[in-house]
């Protein structure tokens, strides 16, 4: 069976840092794009980075980038998004997400084809 099993959340004050993990397993790691959305109380879940081992290139929204670094171990089955200067409008639960299908310059729910169980990011003021 397919799992995604996301850990490092947490609560930061803001201007700090978390990195996020998600180990994958049950499926080709390289065939698939690895990477984040996030979904704060009453609005939808938004990509917000994703990375293609097999292409070799990344995805950011823009809200997070030049904060934000998606990564990957390969022979862990592992990516990580390193998360700096954090905001409190950063504050979500993410998930982590398997796709298929992967686009450089863009990343939407519909893209996914698997879902981790989420990880509560909380952002202090």
């Known amino acids: 069976e397919v799992q995604l099993v996301e850990s490092g959340g947490g609560l930061v004050q803001a201007g700090g840092s978390l990195r996020l993990s998600c180990e994958a397993s049950?499926?080709?790691?390289?065939?698939?794009?690895i990477g984040w959305f996030r979904q704060a109380p009453g609005k939808e879940r938004e990509g917000v980075s994703c990375?293609?081992?097999?292409?070799?290139?990344?995805y950011y929204a823009d809200s997070v980038k030049g904060r934000f670094t998606i990564s990957s171990n390969n022979a862990k089955n592992t990516v990580y998004l390193q998360m700096n200067n954090l905001k409190p409008e950063d504050t979500a639960v993410y998930f982590c997400?398997?796709?298929?299908?992967?686009?450089?310059?863009?990343?939407?729910?519909?893209?996914?084809?698997?879902w981790g169980q989420g990880t509560q990011v909380t952002v202090s003021s």
């Open positions: 997400a398997a796709s298929r299908f992967y686009s450089p310059s863009s990343y939407y729910a519909a893209f996914v084809d698997y």
């Open positions: 049950g499926l080709a790691f390289v065939d698939y794009a």
């Open positions: 990375i293609s081992s097999g292409h070799g290139t990344t």
